[in-house]
């Protein structure tokens, strides 16, 4: 009796153990797949999925931040808000396999290395484009996020506001922008490359990378445009930013300062243009007291009324240290290389277009670059292959001459509604780098 009583009490209790091991590896299993997602996820080219689809997946915490690993070649944002606390870090190939699965998980760098993944930056930064508003769109809702090595690439011309990154943080959030490379964005009004509003106590960031031939068309700030509000922080260390216009002021940046602090060092401003502040325009608005630190930087270039250096208008400003340094282009762009037109006049009928090239002498063969010169009712992202133009090549032919002034265009040829002609630096093959170049004035 004993012995009959004991044995489904037996099997209840190993029934239970039973179950409770499948609960406990099942959650081992869940533990196991947050780690993943909150590790890394695949992104980009070669079958790695759509940035959109990774941020939409990754999971929104503050310790232990999802980490986007982007591929490098160029693959659309869609347009996404970034509403969540990241690390999207670029610089990354896919295996010659590419990936088993659209924005597969990873637990950590050892994890992609082993499965074929080689990480190139800072070196080489990833592409990440959009043509009909910023290319990167950060939310109030986000606390900390992280962009690393990263080329945005704006494809349109009718952005308003910031046509790489816009976005505005608030209550005490932290932004990291680092090694970030925005060239030949154009806007309606202001904030060429960035806009960005810092409020309520936050910090923004922006360490090292290239504000590059930007141009805010009727507004302010070039390359950038950033307001600072309440005790808010904005640092700069590193940064290049050159060939930027803006029609107001701040040819190189923008900053307006209802408070908070601002601190820029060790970068390089290399002719910008502006109505007013060729490099850098800060102005201070409101009541509260605004600190301006300044401390080993270069300005040089710039040829409108804003004269070269730093201007500074409004009340209180306290200015910390101001050391400026003079420093010719070529330098200030560490060897980046790019096309300026620097000006457009009539000869009879002809177009003379003055240019300067950087880093690069234009050659029609294989393995170098030469120049893809059109109007601005031409899209830069339809200025080369694949696009469907139409652009003319500079030098016409391998071993032709490619000194400035270029005079390939003719007053007839203007399209209707062209104000001004563009350069862009082209492939072999006849692609173009985006944001290579500038757009210039038609007289």
Known sequence: MFQHHTFPFRWRRMSLAVLVALAMLAVSLIALQLRAQ??????????CGTFRQAILSAPNVLTDRAIIAQMIPAKTTD??????????????MPPQTGCQQANEPFTDTTDLLARGFTFLAPVTRSILQYDLGPVLNIDPAVVSLTIQHIDVRQLGITTTRGGGISGVITDGAAVLLENLSIGGSRVVSDGGALRMEVRGGSRLVISGGLFLSNTATTGDGGGFEIWVYDTSEVVLRGVQVASNTAAASGGGGHIVMDGGTLSITGSHFANNQAGWGNALAIESVGSRPAVVRLNNNTFDGGTMAGGNGVQI???PVQLEGNNFHHLFLPLALNNVPFARITGITLNGEVYEVAFEASGFTPQLAAGRQHLHFFFDTVPPSE????????WKIYPTSPGGPADSPYTGYTRSEKPPGATQMCVLIAEYDHSVRQGSGNCFDLP
């Open 313 to 315: 208008s409004g009340e």
């Open 383 to 390: 200025a080369g292959v694949p696009g469907a133009g139409p």
């Open 79 to 92: 347009g996404i808000a970034i509403s969540k606390n990241l690390i999207i870090q670029g610089g990354w």
């Open 38 to 47: 909150a590790g890394f996820i695949a992104s980009g080219a070669g079958g």
